[in-house]
């Protein structure tokens, strides 16, 4: 059986949140959807309610129905379940923390507060968080670096932390590879055993040459499978055919995260329909989705990667 940080490698999916025409939560098309990533042998498990999972759009009870639901599926399928939260405050965190004890949750992903980036922050501050939510529960918890400068841990306080006994995991998507490339050699200098999962979309197969143990992508919504095919050579440093996984999916990433980023979602959830796996492709205001026209690009793209054709269309 492999230990509980081991559990925490591989490729993992924030999987979105399906809406139905009214704009509630879509029971049964997040059921069918987590089911379906779930059941792929190149996927170790779910994110909940993250980002992509429009987490700050959602109520807290609507996090938990779904935290529920993508859990129980986890489970069923031996995958792991990574619920993610955004507390504001180490009251606030460790009431969550407390809740998600009692359901079925494997990990959990913390956003940092906004306090880490008012200003100048003492380090010891990000450190104390964790040292007192780590008292509070023996849920392995999982740091995520946003892509949001002021937020970000160097990579001494990244060590500090990992040394906590259950923080199991680090999402690290700063999209800076120099600051990437810093963690994970400092980490390897510790010999930490926190696993490092690559959020960089921008330089996946890289991750791997550099130490990743894994990815936790929302890209990973869409292609899942070859997503998976480009972990599974990276984990086992063919980095070659990692890379050549990661051009044949590079126009498909850049129409998904195209500008407006906020979009994402949209485009991810058109494919998921076009797919069959959700039923529709609503999202929350203050999104406002994509045009008729943009969905079109986007479906003719992914047919084109379905048939084995999307690198050629991607060079003409």
Same mark, same amino acid.
């Given at each position: 059986m492999p230990s509980l940080h081991e559990r925490f490698s591989g490729l993992f999916i924030p999987h979105v949140t399906p809406f139905d025409r009214s704009g509630a /939560?879509?029971?049964?098309?997040?059921?069918?959807?987590?089911?379906?990533?779930?059941?792929?042998?190149?996927?170790?498990?779910?994110?909940?309610?993250?980002?992509?999972?429009?987490?700050?759009?959602?109520? /807290?009870?609507?996090?938990?129905?779904?935290?529920?639901?993508s859990g129980k599926v986890a489970r069923e399928a031996g995958k792991v379940h990574i619920a993610t939260i955004a507390p504001q405050s180490t009251d606030e965190a460790v009431a969550l923390l407390r809740d998600l004890e009692n359901i079925p949750v494997d990990g959990v992903m913390i956003f940092p507060p906004l306090l880490f980036a008012w200003g100048k922050v003492d380090p010891n501050l990000k450190v104390r968080f964790f040292e007192d939510l780590a008292r509070e529960t023996k849920l392995p918890i999982v740091l995520f670096q946003i892509p949001v400068k002021s937020f970000y841990y160097d990579p001494a306080t990244i060590c500090r932390i990992a040394g906590l006994e259950n923080v199991v995991a680090f999402k690290e998507a700063s999209f800076d590879i120099n600051l990437f490339r810093d963690t994970i050699q400092a980490l390897e200098r510790d010999k930490a055993e926190m696993r490092v999962l690559t959020g960089n979309d921008r330089f996946v197969a890289e991750s791997y040459e550099m130490g990743a143990d894994g990815a936790l992508i929302g890209v990973a919504n869409v292609a899942t499978e070859k997503w998976g095919a480009l972990d599974l050579a990276g984990r086992a440093g063919n980095f070659d055919q990692a890379a050549a996984i990661q051009n044949e999916l590079e126009a498909l990433k850049e129409l998904v995260f195209s500008e407006p980023i906020v979009e994402a979602v949209a485009r991810i959830k058109v494919v998921l329909q076009h797919e069959g796996l959700i039923e529709t492709t609503l999202v929350r205001r203050p999104q406002l989705g994509i045009s008729d026209s943009e969905k079109k690009q986007l479906i003719d793209n992914y047919n084109l990667l379905k048939n084995n054709k999307f690198r050629a269309a991607a060079n003409q």
């Open positions: /939560i879509d029971v049964e098309s997040l059921n069918r959807l987590t089911a379906y990533f779930a059941s792929l042998p190149g996927v170790a498990g779910l994110v909940s309610c993250a980002r992509i999972g429009e987490s700050p759009v959602l109520s /807290i009870e609507e996090k938990r129905r779904v935290y529920e639901i």
